[in-house]
């Protein structure tokens, strides 16, 4: 599945005291990107979690590359594969633009709990439109 892409601008009130973009609000970023892509794929979360299913982050993994700072433009982009029998993984990386200079490298891992319990990926049907299969 190719990556998807979501664009942005830094706002004043993102930076730290350094004139930077605080480092917590790069999760934000990514975390709004993969939101936006799956609902974007007909994935609900919220739909999701009203019947008991919940994708829920096990782990982060971010290498800062490069500092963003005020009304810098960027882009966000995200790929997702599987990695085992039950986890997810999201490649996430921002690149300024319009150099694409590399700003930030992200492997997010994560599992889909039903009712509280880890279910394969591919017994998830909203997850087969990303490769996830029975």
């Known amino acids: 599945m190719p990556a998807y892409t979501l664009s942005f601008e830094v706002r ?15 999760l934000n970023y990514l975390e709004h990107t993969r939101h936006k ?7 609900d979360i919220k739909e999701m979690h009203d019947r008991g299913l919940d ?3 096990t782990r982060m ?8 700072r005020s009304r810098d433009q960027f882009m966000v982009t995200v790929e997702i594969y599987p990695e085992g029998n039950l ?6 990386k921002i690149f300024r633009l319009p150099d694409e200079k590399l700003v930030l490298a992200a492997k997010t891992t994560g599992v889909c709990l039903r009712n509280g319990k880890p279910v ?3 017994d998830v ?3 087969h439109k990303f490769g996830f299969n029975l």
């Open 12 to 26: 004043d009130y993102e930076l730290d005291f350094q004139g930077i973009v605080n480092n917590s609000v790069y």
């Open 37 to 43: 892509f799956m609902y974007e794929l007909g994935v």
């Open 55 to 57: 994708l829920v982050v």
């Open 61 to 68: 993994e971010m290498d800062y590359k490069l500092s963003l």
């Open 87 to 92: 986890r997810i993984v999201f490649d996430q």
């Open 120 to 122: 394969r990926p591919g």
């Open 125 to 127: 049907p909203e997850l």
